[in-house]
Each structure stands twice: as C-alpha cells, then as structure tokens.
C-alpha cells in the first residue's frame, strides 16, 4: 500500500476488518474453531480465563517498571505504523522494553497488505533489536514449539520488518501452570514462515468471508478439550467413537445396561 493509500484507511475500520494473529495461528491447531467461533461466537473456558489473568498479571508487573503517558490514538493507518516505529526507536534509545495489556497497548502489529493485526505480549527492546516475547501458560511442557504458536509470533515479528527493523528471532516461552517450571524456543522468520502467514491468512479470509469448509483437526484429543466439542459439526469420528466408548465404560461402572 502506497502512503497516500495508508493515510486513507482509518485504523478503527481497518482493525474491523483485519484478521487477528491469534486467528492465523488457530487455523493451524483446528480451522473448523474458526468456522464455529463465526457460526456461535467466542467462547471462554475456565483455562483460557485463567490464561489471560496471568497474562495480565505479568503485564502489570512489567508496565509497573516504565513511566508511561496517555497518548492520542492514532487515527490513520499511516498514523498507527508512525506511532509503532516511534514507539521501537525510543523503546530502543532506552533499552527498555514494550508491553501490551488489557487497558494499554503499547505496539499494534498491523500487516496492511495482507489485511492482519494483532497485540503481542512484549517487545524486548533491550539488546539494541527489538525482539518478540510471547508468553503460554500450558499443563505440559511442549519438546518443541506448537505451529499455532509459532506462526502467531511470526506475525509479530513481520510486523516490525515492515515499519524497517530486523529482528533476529522472536522467543516463546512456555510457562507449566502451577510452578516456577518453563521452557524457552527462539523462532527465527524465514522464508517458510512468510509464505504460510501469506497463505494462512487467505485460507482464513476463505473460512470467514466466504464461508469456505474448514479442514478440522484428525486428533480426537484437541476434540476433547475443545470450547465446540458438542455442537461442532466437523469434530473427527475418531472424537466420537472416544467419547462413546467413555461414556459406555461410565454408564457399566455404575451399573447401567
């Protein structure tokens, strides 16, 4: 988008329309969660609530840390990635870092070509480059990223090389629930990466805008724990013949024919 195309779009509209990082990286655990959060809405469960409220609690620990004022909000598109490249420089000039919370969004990642944007945890600013800092809450400690995951940080990091900074990895940090236990991964965007935020991004427009059928995860687990588990129409036999077989093995238990 050239700058006067930039300076035309309001940012309140373009965010109305962008498709969430947090939406890319979802098509990879289970697109039809998608199709079902555009069919019935989004719904929050106990863990996903838990999640944010320690997320919350880090990002208050860390903007306690930082002398922060109220700003205007930027209006333009333009005006959003002028206030992101500012907000880097000076996060940089004082090697300091850039957090997002409920109340206070200190970096938007916005990808205008391709229609996207999302709120990062944190942005490491400390080592002189802005690095990428997403934070999970899990009940295990994964021994490798979650594509999800690592596709939701590479949006980040995209974003800051289109305003012109070059960041050298982005960091997920997997945090065990309930103990001081953590596992860290550097992702490095590459080539890959982009191509599939290009292409996930279109597959998402598909699933919400033309109202395309989803490919749903194989893996009856992810069924198992899933918010739509009992309405969706796209869960695997497998979640099926599972969950028949749980419940078969209850009913026996407690003596039912």
Request: glycine fraction near 6%; charge should be positive; include cysteine.
């Amino acid at each position: 988008m050239s700058y006067l195309e930039l300076r035309k779009v309001k940012l309140t509209d373009f965010i109305k329309n962008a498709v969430g990082a947090s939406i890319v990286g979802e098509y990879w655990y289970c697109a039809a969660k998608i199709s079902n959060q555009k069919l019935l809405g989004k719904i929050k469960t106990p863990i996903m609530i838990e999640g944010a409220e320690l997320h919350e609690e880090q990002a208050k620990e860390a903007l306690s840390q930082l002398e922060l004022r109220k700003v205007k909000a930027p209006e333009t598109l333009l005006d959003a990635l002028v206030f992101n490249y500012a907000a880097v420089k000076r996060a940089i000039a004082r090697k300091s870092f850039l957090v997002n919370s409920e109340k206070s969004v200190m970096y938007l990642a916005i990808l205008p070509e391709l229609g996207c944007i999302g709120v990062p945890d944190l942005i490491d600013c400390s080592s002189g480059s802005p690095i990428v800092v997403e934070k999970k809450f899990v009940s295990n400690l994964p021994y490798r990223p979650w594509p999800d995951q690592e596709l939701q940080l590479a949006v980040y990091m995209l974003s800051l090389e289109k305003i012109g900074f070059n960041p050298s990895h982005g960091i997920l940090d997997y945090f065990l629930r309930g103990t001081d236990k953590k596992k860290r991964f550097e992702i490095t965007l590459d080539d890959y990466l982009r191509r599939k935020i290009r292409d996930t991004i279109e597959n998402v427009k598909g699933l919400i805008n033309r109202g395309e059928a989803p490919i749903p995860t194989s893996k009856p687990r992810k069924c198992q724990v899933c918010e739509y588990a009992n309405t969706c129409q796209w869960r695997t036999r497998s979640y099926d013949s599972l969950n028949r077989f749980a419940n078969g093995r209850y009913s026996r238990t407690n003596g039912s024919k």
